[in-house]
């Protein structure tokens, strides 16, 4: 990944629904060659998706949610992967730490976060959970590609 691709991720990642004839001229190629530079930096999962970024309480669901739940044993069996089904699990992650399993969940509000713990306590092997409300979001962005640079920079050392 060279400096070219790191500018072009730094674009798309701030607004994928540019074209390719206008992130040539930000990057001073042509179309084709930015073209073949995404598809060559999707084929190396770089770019794993495109997609839009919705805002919860603009379609009824203001409530942001962290759950931790503590299972007995390893924590990533098929049942608790599929609390995943349900639209209100927006991740799921494997953690270390005094709990095995944290969810990022976004619900209508509390009584549909309760319906959810419900759901989440009738999973197999659950022993408990603690959940934290999130009042306010001031930060919430993927990798960025400043961080890429800066292990680039490492590696090529």
């Not at 930000?26 to 997609?51: C, D, H, W």
């Amino acid at each position: 990944m060279d400096a070219t691709d790191r500018k072009l991720l730094a674009i798309l990642a701030d607004d994928a629904t540019i074209g390719f004839r206008e992130l040539g001229e930000k990057l001073g190629l042509s179309a084709p060659s930015v073209y073949e530079r995404v598809k060559k930096l999707k084929a190396q999962g770089a770019i794993r998706r495109t997609t839009i970024e919705i805002n919860g309480e603009a379609i009824g669901c203001p409530l942001l949610a962290f759950v931790h739940v503590t299972t007995e044993g390893w924590g990533k069996t098929p049942e608790m992967l599929s609390i995943t089904d349900d639209p209100r699990v927006e991740e799921l992650h494997s953690v270390a730490g005094d709990t095995c399993i944290l969810l990022k969940v976004r619900c209508e509000g509390t009584l549909a976060l309760e319906q959810l713990l419900k759901r989440v306590y009738d999973t197999p092997g659950v022993r408990s959970t603690r959940s934290y409300i999130a009042l306010n979001t001031y930060l919430e962005r993927g990798p960025r590609t400043e961080l890429f640079s800066k292990i680039s920079d490492q590696t090529n050392s």
